[in-house]
Every structure is written in C-alpha cells, then in structure tokens.
C-alpha cells in the first residue's frame, strides 16, 4: 500500500499546529512550509552515536541544508552503533566520513562537515543556523554551546528577547539503555545550565584509598594511571587511546592487586575506569536521534507542537518514559543573567574564593579568571598576566575589593564574551 | 576467538559488552529476525539496530519490486523516499526485489551476520496465513519458510549452549494490515516463537511484544539497584550456620581498645554491626521493628566509635543498620510468589528450565533455614585491604559452596526425568546470582487482545493508564492508542486511511472524521471508558472535543510515513528485540505508544 508521506502533513493544517502548543514558536502555513524545510540551514553538532542517526533522519526528512561538525576520529568501537563508518573508515574523520556518506546516499542533499571544536568558530558561524541539534557526550561542550547560543540572543529595554535572534538547541544524550532529548529555547525555556545538577561531576575514589587502602580492582587502575603514570613518566602524558600506554597501565595495576590479593583486574575494566567508557548501543541512539530530529522538523515548520521541553527515556525495567517541563532556574548563571552573590568573612583568600566558591561549588568553573570595575584580580592567561596577577591569590578579600563591589567572572567553560556577575559582601 | 574475549581496544562489540556481556553477545549471535514487511522505515531501522551490534541472521520477506531507474526520483519530491536502507532505483536495481536490495545493504553494516531474503509468489497476506484464493500451484507459507530454513536459523530449540546463551527466531511484523498482524500474532504463538508488531502513523507510532508463550521469564534483570546480602540479619547471622563468618568478626574486633586509630576506623562495617546485633540481642531478646527501637540501635553503634565524625566505618554501619533487622532475607516476597506459578511445586518432563530452577529453590530453603544460596557479592566499603580481600573471600567460598549445594538439588530434579546436564552450570550460577531479581512479565497474545472479551482485571489496569500525568491530557498515549486502533479499524472497513478525501473540500473532510470520531467512541465504550459530552474545566476527562480534535489530527496524518517516527519505533523494538532475545533486562508488557506531537510515550497493557 503506497502511503502518504511528510508533505502531506506539511501541506495540512491540523488541530495541534505549533500556535497551539505550551510553547507556540510560530504559525503553521501549509503553503509555505515545505519549502521552509527544505530551505532552512541545520547544524549539526556531533558525528558519533547520535550524530550519525542524526543526519540520516534529517536526509530523510527532506531537510537539504546541513553542516556537521565533530573532532573525533573513527575509533573500531564506534562501529557497533555508528553506521555510517565501515572497518575501512577507522582512523579517518568523523564529520568528513559521515557526510561523504550521507552525500553518496542522497546527493540532493548539501552538507558540509567541520572538523574541530566547536569552541574555534566564531560566534557568526552559529548565527547561520536555524536550528541546533547536538549529540555531544559530555558537559563541558555542551555548556558552552549553550551559553554562547544564549549569548546570541538579542534582548530589548523591557527585557524581552528579539524571536529572530533565537536560535533553538535541540539536545541529545544516552547512556546504555537510557536517554534524554530536549528543547533549549534560549531565554525562553530552562537551559542546559539550568540542569547541570542533574550532570553530576564523573565519580572519583578518595586519594587515600587509591594511595593506601585499595579494595577493589577500579582502585588499582586508578593508583596505576593516576599515581604511578606521573612518577614513572614525569615528561609524558598518559595516551588514552594508544595501545602501548594502555597496556602498561593494565600491568602496572594488575601487579598491584597481586601484590594486595584483589582480583578483578582485566584490560577491559582498565579501558573502562581510564577513559571513563559509558555503555552505548545502536537502539538507545537510534531513539534519542529521531526524538530530537521530530523537534527539529516541528520548530522549522511549525506542523506540530513543541516537546516541553524534556523527555527521558528509561529502558532497563519495561520502559519508562516521562515528558516534563524542566522549570528555569531562578538564578541560572547563564541564561537568568543573575549575578552570583557570597557573603563571605573579609579574610577570605581570592584563592578560597576561586577554588571553594567558583570551582568546587554549584557554578563548577574550571579555570576561571576575576576582574573589578577597576583592577584585574586574577587572570588565568596569558601567562605574563597570570604572573603578574598571582600574588592577589594569597591576600584577602578585604585588601582587595569593597564589600559589595561587582566583580566580573570569565571561564573557559563559557564563551570568551560571556562574564558571570559575581557580588561578595563581607559578613 | 569469541568476540567477546577480544581486547577492549579492538572489539568493535566493546561499548554493548559492557551491557549485556559475553552470554548476552552469543545469545544475539545465535538469533534471527524475519522482518515482514519493508516497505516503510521501521522494520528497516529495526533490523539495523539488531545487525550493527552483532544479531546471527536476518530475513527480509517483502513482494515489492524494484522501480526503473529515474522512473522515481529523490532529487524532485519533497520528501525522499523514506527507507535509508532502500537507496534511490539505480540501473543495479532495476528489476530487483526490494527485499534483496534492503537485505544487501543492511549487511553492509557487519559483514559478520547473515542476510537473507524471500520474496513470496503470493500476496503477504496470503504468505502468512497460507491461504491462497484459487492457487494451482502450491504456495510456501511463513510456517513452511521457517521449518524449510530452520537449519539457517541456527537452534530453534532453545537448549542453552555451555554459555547459558540461547537462540530465538524472532518475528517481526512492519505497518501491515490489523488483520495481518492477528494472523502473525496467531502463527508465532503456533511456532511458539516472539514476535514484535510495529506501526507508524503520521506522528504516531505503536510496538506490539508478544511473547513465545504467555509470559517472559527472567533470569538476568539487570537491576539498577543491588540487593547485598551479607547475611548480618539476626536470623542469618548464625555462628551455627556460618562459622567462618562469625570468627572473622570476632576476629576482627578482638583487641579493639588496643587499636589505633587508623586500624579502628577501618574496622569493616559488618563486623560493628553484628557486634551490635549480638549485644543487642544478650540484652533485649528479638530485634524489634519499632522505631524507636531502630533509633536506640544506631545509637549503641555511635557509642561505639572513638570519634563518629570521623570514622566512616561507623556511620556506615549505622547507614546500613537497616539490614540487621530487615525481616527479609535473601528471597524477596515477589520471588516467593512465583513458588505459586503453576508449574513449580510438581515438576513434569517437560518442565521449562525456569521451572526447574524455582522448584530447586524451594527445596533449596527447606533445607537451609529459609535461606537462598548466598550472592557472594559484596560491596565496597571503609576498610584496609587485608580486611576486605579477607571478608570478600569468605562470602565467596561460601557462595561457590552454596552453589555446588543447590546444583546438586537441581541434578537431582534433573535425573528423575533422564534430563542430567540439562541445565549448563553457567545458567544455574546466573540464576543463584539473581535470586533477588528474578522476574516474569505476563505476556497476553495480540490476537487474545483482540478476540477475547476485556477481563475487569484488564479494564482496571486500563484505566490506571488512562490518567499518565502529562502536561496535557489530550496528549496522554492511551488517547492515541485508541485513535490508531480506530484508523486500523478504518483500513479494514473502507480500505484505506482515514484523511484520503481532506482536499475535496469541508465536507468530504468532515465525513471522513466523523466517521472516525464515531469509531473511536465505540472503542471508548468497549474499554468501559466513560466520554463527556463536553471538556471539563478543572480535571481531565475524556470527552467528545478531545476525541474529534484527535480524529481530525489522525486525518491529517492520513496513515503519512515519517522517517524519524520509524526511527524512534525502530530503535524501541529493537531495544525490546535485544531483551527478548539476551534474556536479560525487563521487557515491557505489552504495547509502547509513541507520541510524536507533544514528545510523549507510554506504556499500556493492551
């Protein structure tokens, strides 16, 4: 039986167009909206996982207009999910191999790959896009694609955002048989930012059990890599992805759970515990990607109601899939504008401040430099700057800032533009 | 080699086995999937996310034939044709099936499965049922198809290899007709085989699992959260029944006074809290479940400690004071509830190895005090290393001890009806490592669904569904499973989708909805559900402006295949496929309903 397709949906109107939605983005106009989809620009962000399933269910869609971009290299473990790489792929990039590929299979279709970090383009590469939809696997990125993307939107005197201005992210992850998809409408809805509770720092051992108490097998893995690398060789960074650096990790911690009587240590659990390997298969990706491409399709063409704004999928037990409304937070560094406020004893060290209050603290800054309305307090880079600004690490806060005084936060984990509004009273 | 003993590094299979491991990756490699139907995306997608990590064998049964070359063309539609794995006709496909061609390019995924195809002489319909109008010549049917190439499709018992692995033919039915689906959901229950149905409508989309037989039974749940067992309840904390136990404790808190303050902050928690249990029970008798009581409890523990602040063993013990005046031990009541299933408590020669398995178990308990073979896993906790390799060895002894105890009690099941070595070892360890965790998911048959009458068990647990909080009520899948339901009924009544007139003008469109509307509530009333003339303000309710709303948006849709709507349901099948076929983690009981609208999903119970 020969079956409508899309165009049909496109070319009709219907009783959930997107203006009828909790978060109408736009007028549904069947005349138009076809050639809306096939003309509007999608980034894709990713080339792994997600991003492969990705580009072939907009291919699919008749979207014509996609760049992707990624960093990575083919890896031979990539092969059991991410499709569009064969064996012979492996070593060569993801983003160019993925778009050949999609090119071969659907030469209608433009698109064009990036290799890189996405923390090189520059701001007017994403102001190109229509839409955003990333397939990152872990936070750091995907903070900073959300704070510069919230940082492209234009907000007038009363406050509220200029709609062309808005670029919407549709974000992506899984691990194992679970997943999430949501929708980021910059100033609009909660952002990453919002949510980076629910991300919570990669679990590490206490140092003093790897050092002197280690009991299990990930215990002696982590004294091999994380003590015993950095003595044996203090010039050379551990390669993750070399077999050579692997291989000595794995018998230097095997030895050292001999030498203890713990068992469990395999070259597997090593890889595992070194680069913090998270579970993936074709099926959880294959679901997370098409979910977030349906947001896409509707936030272009406005057929059908917006996903508000997140839904996670659980498929260990049965399968639990709920569809809620992550709320802003209140005070959300990046997309609230809000300025971070500590009452603080006046003896505190600038030191303290950054490391107890920036970095170990709910902001989970990584390297994060500190100016005044008058004077740089301290400057992460460049490294004349840094020297010169390293003594105020030592001196307290009072023979430094006024009580009260605005200070001004820049990170690496946010966009070079985008500061942080901090405020410290003295108690 | 077997994949899975190949270095992390290169084993493309790396990422699944951190999953499902060794015995769940043969398992897959032993299996089949024989997709009827490919002409939409979602039976394709599904077959991807089966061959990429590793499935045995596939089948691609389609009568399609392969258009000419530029007779069809991607490059002036707006929509290409939806089937990545059906590639644009080309002068190599000319003439083709489509079958072939599909089968072709989902092998080019992994090189290590087998593909195949058929392509029946008759119609699909006609290929199920084996019923043929006025054929002369005789017909292979899907039953004949599988008996003929069962040798392709590796075991189709479902003996377990020394692994515990096991092969499943798997049957997957994509976007055919509701009478089709009853006929397949008939014949797999005749072959005893699963069977996963799936349909995609506009933005809609539905899976239908069906078991071999009436139930799923599950060996390996993989639950998220661990049982520890470590035996410091005080009806199992017994030197009588565990010796080594109890003079490792006493061992270990000998000289305590004497310790330092690093050795006595690294006392493991088990030994405080047995010694706490054992004081407590010299002075008071029974471990009491009061609160109160709870409370004095941790409190003798505290006492205990030099400087509770910080000696993490100690409030780790107090954090799992719990354990020792747990009542259950071991088996929890949802386990001891299958003693009940039919079929355990007498075993026959045919008896299912899970069967087995639980009747060894409950001879296993009499005669152990009411308590299960012991896990003999434990977790980490604050402990110097000689302490802890130490306690781990003997909850390990004494587990491989249990073991060899209950492997013998299910020998001599075995031996009584000639089945010695029946059961491989490797499937009685998984089940005694599971004890905890073990799980059956009933299964009702599709064609049950459909031919039996609704019990009030079944209308109840409907119900239940009906109210799924979501933002909008009018999103809650129950609604669009019934809207799908009406547009299959549809199908079969006028022989085509819902919507086909919508462009002929108000009228035409209105009587196709109308029509529709009046189908979804007859189905509302079948399942008991009462609809309201009009919508109520302040509490969700079904009512006819919702169901007209959701009649008008299926007629939109007009039966329209969305690649990525394919592509969620075939990534869900395939993730249920993967259950069914490893034995391992829950599959759902029984229909996932997907809606693509609002970005919402259920459950439901069909």
């Known amino acids: 039986m020969s079956r409508p397709d899309f165009s049909t949906i496109l070319k009709r109107n219907g009783p959930f167009t997107s203006e009828t939605a909790a978060l109408p983005m736009g007028e549904h106009d069947p005349s138009t909206s076809e050639n809306t989809l096939m003309t509007a620009k999608i980034l894709v962000i990713g080339a792994g996982g997600l991003g492969c399933e990705i580009l072939k269910d907009l291919a699919m869609s008749g979207v014509r207009n996609i760049e992707v971009i990624d960093l990575d290299n083919i890896d031979v473990t990539n092969l059991n999910r991410q499709f569009l790489f064969r064996?012979?792929?492996?070593?060569?990039?993801?983003?160019?191999?993925?778009?050949?590929?999609?090119?071969?299979?659907?030469?209608?279709?433009?698109?064009?790959?990036?290799?890189?970090?996405?923390?090189?383009?520059?701001?007017?590469?994403?102001?190109?896009?229509?839409?955003?939809?990333?397939?990152?696997?872990?936070?750091?990125?995907?903070?900073?694609?959300?704070?510069?993307?919230?940082?492209?939107?234009?907000?007038?005197?009363?406050?509220?955002?200029?709609?062309?201005?808005?670029?919407?992210?549709?974000?992506?992850?899984?691990?194992?048989?679970?997943?999430?998809?949501?929708?980021?409408?910059p100033r609009i809805t909660s952002c990453f930012e919002c949510s980076l509770d629910s991300f919570p720092p990669q679990k590490t051992f206490p140092m003093c059990t790897i050092a002197e108490t280690p009991r299990l097998p990930e215990h002696c893995i982590s004294y091999a890599f994380m003590l015993e690398w950095p003595k044996q060789f203090p010039d050379k960074k551990l390669d993750k992805d070399s077999p050579d650096d692997m291989k000595w990790v794995y018998e230097c911690a095997f030895a050292r759970a001999e030498k203890y009587k713990i068992k469990g240590v395999t070259y597997m659990l090593t890889m595992g515990v070194v680069k913090n390997i998270i579970p993936a298969v074709a099926s959880t990706n294959a679901i997370i990607a098409a979910a977030c491409v349906s947001e896409a399709l509707k936030l272009i063409t406005f057929t059908s109601q917006t996903l508000n704004t997140y839904m996670m999928y659980m498929g260990g037990e049965g399968i639990y899939s709920h569809t809620f409304v992550y709320e802003q937070k209140e005070n959300c560094p990046v997309c609230t504008g809000a300025t971070k406020k500590l009452t603080l004893p006046s003896d505190t060290t600038l030191y303290e401040v950054i490391q107890n209050h920036l970095i170990n603290s709910d902001l989970r800054l990584k390297k994060p430099s500190i100016t005044s309305e008058s004077k740089t307090l301290y400057m992460q880079a460049p490294p004349a700057l840094q020297a010169m600004t390293k003594p105020n690490l030592d001196k307290e806060l009072k023979d430094l800032i006024e009580s009260g005084e605005e200070l001004s936060v820049t990170d690496p984990v946010f966009p070079g533009e985008k500061s942080l509004n901090l405020v410290i009273t003295f108690e | 080699m077997p994949v899975s003993l190949l270095p992390a590094s290169t084993n493309k299979y790396d990422r699944q086995l951190r999953l499902w491991g060794a015995s769940?990756?043969?398992?897959?490699?032993?299996?089949?999937?024989?997709?009827?139907?490919?002409?939409?995306?979602?039976?394709?997608?599904?077959?991807?996310?089966?061959?990429?990590?590793?499935?045995?064998?596939?089948?691609?049964?389609?009568?399609g034939v392969y258009p000419k070359e530029g007779e069809y063309s991607n490059s002036t539609m707006t929509i290409p044709s939806s089937n990545f794995f059906a590639p644009p006709p080309s002068s190599s496909t000319e003439g083709k099936s489509k079958a072939e061609v599909i089968s072709k390019t989902l092998n080019e995924l992994n090189p290590e499965v087998v593909g195949g195809y058929h392509v029946p002489s008759c119609s699909i319909s006609e290929f199920i049922t084996n019923k043929v109008e006025g054929a002369s010549t005789p017909q292979t049917s899907l039953t004949e198809f599988i008996k003929q190439n069962s040798n392709l499709m590796y075991p189709l018992s479902s003996s377990p290899t020394a692994t515990g692995a096991t092969g499943t033919i798997l049957i997957i039915g994509n976007d055919l007709s509701s009478s089709d689906f009853l006929s397949l959901s008939k014949i797999s229950l005749s072959l005893s085989l699963p069977c996963l149905l799936v349909r995609t409508y506009g933005l809609i989309g539905s899976l239908r699992l069906q078991s071999s037989t009436s139930e799923f039974t599950i060996l390996q749940p993989r639950p998220e959260n661990f049982k520890w067992d470590l035996r410091l309840n005080s009806t199992s904390l017994n030197p009588s029944t565990f010796p080594e136990l109890a003079e490792y404790f006493d061992k270990k808190m000998q000289g305590k006074e004497d310790m330092d303050v690093q050795q006595h902050s690294h006392i493991p928690y088990p030994c405080i809290l047995s010694k706490a249990v054992r004081e407590w029970q010299a002075s008071k008798g029974k471990m009491s479940s009061s609160f109160d009581e709870k409370a004095e409890f941790k409190e003798l523990i505290k006492k205990e400690s030099r400087n509770y602040n910080d000696e993490l063993n100690y409030q780790e013990a107090v954090e799992k004071a719990y354990t020792a005046y747990a009542k259950e031990v071991g088996v929890p009541g949802e386990v001891r509830d299958l003693f009940e299933r039919e079929g355990v408590k007498v075993l026959t020669p045919t008896s299912s190895i899970f069967n087995i398995l639980l009747n060894s178990l409950m001879t296993y308990l009499e005669k152990n005090n009411d308590l299960p073979p012991l896990n003999g896993s434990i977790p980490d906790m604050t402990s110097d290393t000689d302490g802890y390799v130490e306690l781990q060895k003997i909850y390990q002894e004494r587990s491989l001890n249990d073991l060899k105890g209950f492997t013998e009690i299910v020998e001599e099941k075995l031996k009584v009806f000639g089945r010695e070595g029946g059961i491989p070892d490797a499937t009685v360890a998984t089940f005694v490592k599971n004890v905890p965790y073990l799980t059956v998911v009933p299964s009702k048959s599709y064609y049950d669904e459909m031919t039996e009458p609704l019990s009030e068990e079944d209308k109840e647990a409907l119900m239940e569904q009906i109210w799924d909080p979501y933002e909008a009520f009018e999103h809650s899948p129950f609604l669009w499973w019934i809207g799908l339901k009406a547009c299959e009924g549809y199908w079969m009544e006028v022989g085509n989708w819902p919507g086909k007139n919508y462009e002929k003008g108000a009228e035409a469109k209105k009587a196709e909805v109308d029509k529709l509307t009046s189908m979804m509530l007859a189905l509302f009333q079948k399942y008991g559900v009462d609809v309201a003339d009009m919508e109520a303000e302040d509490e969700p309710s079904v009512s006819k402006p919702i169901i007209a709303k959701i009649a008008e948006e299926m007629c939109r849709f007009n039966g329209a295949e969305m690649h990525n709507v394919g592509s969620v349901l075939g990534g869900v099948a395939s993730q249920e496929a993967i259950k069914v076929i490893t034995g391992q983690y829950v599959p759902i009981n029984n229909t996932y309903i997907f809606n693509g609208i609002a970005g919402c999903a259920g459950v439901l119970r069909g």
Not at chain 2, 37 to 60: A, D, H
Request: proline content about 5%; overall charge negative.
């Open chain 1, 87 to 185: 064996q012979k792929d492996v070593g060569g990039s993801k983003s160019k191999v993925a778009a050949e590929f999609i090119r071969q299979r659907c030469p209608w279709i433009s698109i064009k790959p990036h290799m890189g970090k996405i923390q090189d383009k520059p701001l007017d590469f994403y102001k190109g896009f229509n839409v955003i939809i990333s397939g990152l696997d872990n936070v750091e990125a995907r903070r900073w694609l959300n704070a510069m993307v919230v940082g492209l939107v234009e907000v007038d005197e009363d406050g509220d955002p200029d709609p062309s201005t808005i670029i919407p992210i549709i974000d992506g992850g899984t691990e194992g048989f679970r997943g999430q998809a949501r929708v980021i409408l």
């Open chain 2, 24 to 63: 769940g990756q043969e398992s897959l490699a032993l299996s089949h999937a024989l997709l009827i139907g490919s002409s939409s995306s979602c039976g394709t997608e599904l077959l991807k996310n089966l061959v990429l990590p590793g499935l045995g064998g596939f089948t691609v049964i389609d009568t």
